[in-house]
C-alpha cells in the first residue's frame, strides 16, 4: 500500500505524513479547550451582534435599553414590519412605514428593504 501511496502522491511528504492519514486533526489539549457556553458567549459580542449605543429614537422605538446590536435593532424593525403588514403586496421589497418607522427612517413613506440599514447606520452612536 505504501508503495501505492508513493506513487500517487509522487513523495509529497504531507500527503504522506501518519498526520494526514489521520485527517489532519491535531490531538486536543485539555488546556486549551474551551466550554460551549464560553465560546457562545465570545462569539454573541463581536461584529453586528455586539451592542452599541443608538439615538434617542431607535431606543424610543426598540423600548429597550441604551444600547441594541444591528442585527438585534434589524430584527426588531422587521418584526414590527411583518406584525403591522407594511410589506407592500404588489411589490414586496417596499415597506409602507407606519409612524413609528417614520421616526427611525428621517420622515419617509416608503422604503425599500435594501435601505433599511443604510437608514439605520445614523442611529449607532460611534464611540471614540
Same mark, same amino acid.
Given at each position: 500500500?505504501?508503495?501505492?501511496?508513493?506513487?500517487? #502522491?509522487?513523495?509529497?511528504? !504531507?500527503?504522506?505524513?501518519?498526520?494526514?492519514?489521520?485527517?489532519?486533526?491535531?490531538?486536543?489539549?485539555?488546556?486549551?479547550?474551551?466550554?460551549?457556553?464560553?465560546?457562545?458567549?465570545?462569539?454573541?459580542?463581536?461584529? %453586528?451582534?455586539?451592542?452599541?449605543?443608538? $439615538?434617542?429614537?431607535?431606543?424610543? #422605538?426598540?423600548?429597550?435599553?441604551?444600547?441594541? $446590536?444591528?442585527?438585534?435593532?434589524?430584527?426588531?424593525?422587521?418584526?414590527?414590519?411583518?406584525?403591522?403588514?407594511?410589506?407592500?403586496?404588489?411589490?414586496?421589497?417596499?415597506?409602507?412605514?407606519?409612524?413609528?418607522?417614520?421616526? %427611525? #427612517?428621517?420622515?419617509?413613506?416608503?422604503?425599500?428593504?435594501?435601505?433599511?440599514?443604510?437608514?439605520? $447606520?445614523?442611529? !449607532?452612536?460611534?464611540?471614540?
Amino acid at each position: 500500500m505504501a508503495a501505492a501511496a508513493a506513487r500517487v #502522491f509522487r513523495g509529497c511528504r !504531507f500527503l504522506m505524513s501518519p498526520a494526514a492519514a489521520a485527517g489532519g486533526k491535531r490531538p486536543a489539549s485539555a488546556a486549551g479547550k474551551v466550554t460551549k457556553t464560553e465560546a457562545k458567549e465570545a462569539k454573541e459580542k463581536r461584529g %453586528i451582534m455586539q451592542p452599541v449605543p443608538v $439615538s434617542d429614537a431607535l431606543r424610543r #422605538f426598540a423600548g429597550g435599553g441604551p444600547e441594541i $446590536s444591528r442585527a438585534g435593532a434589524v430584527k426588531l424593525i422587521w418584526a414590527h414590519i411583518k406584525a403591522n403588514g407594511l410589506q407592500n403586496p404588489a411589490n414586496k421589497r417596499e415597506i409602507n412605514c407606519d409612524e413609528k418607522l417614520k421616526s %427611525i #427612517f428621517a420622515g419617509r413613506d416608503k422604503v425599500g428593504m435594501m435601505e433599511i440599514a443604510k437608514l439605520l $447606520s445614523p442611529h !449607532f452612536i460611534k464611540a471614540n
